[in-house]
């Protein structure tokens, strides 16, 4: 098991900025994938970004290029998020998940309570 804890949500002006952490326990995460989803009230939940833990490739959606970045603290065991530029549609409850898997493709097999991030126009 891995367990996901999330933090870093707030409110926010539009074009400014935050980062979200997450927290992962319970496992080594050497062939991990670690994302970050979002669902926004009422729409569907969305892909945002992805790591490889073990070699750093990311993989993200169009959404968050060029203003979004991901990062692992290998010491910390700890995904970051950070945020640029954001928009008043980036409001959503933002999950950190996990997978056992070198493709991004495919489901993730554990996910974190969420974490609120307001964007105010």
């Not at 993200?60 to 910390?76: E, P």
């Not at 065991?77 to 530029?85: F, I, K, W, Y």
């Not at 954001?86 to 933002?94: G, I, N, P, R, S």
Request: net charge positive; aromatic share 14%.
């Amino acid at each position: 098991q891995v367990q996901l804890v999330e933090s870093g949500g707030g409110l926010v002006q539009a074009g400014g900025s935050l980062r979200l952490s997450c927290v992962a326990s319970g496992r080594s995460l050497s062939r991990y994938i670690m994302g970050w989803f979002r669902q926004a009230p009422g729409k569907e939940r969305e892909f945002v970004m992805a790591i490889s833990w073990s070699d750093g490739n990311i993989y993200y959606a169009d959404s968050a290029k060029g203003r979004f970045t991901i990062s692992r603290d290998n010491a910390k065991n700890t995904v970051h998020l950070q945020m640029n530029s954001l928009k008043f549609e980036d409001t959503a409850v933002y999950y950190c998940a996990a997978k056992y898997s070198s493709s991004f493709s495919g489901e993730y097999e554990y996910w974190g309570q969420g974490t609120q991030v307001t964007v105010s126009s």
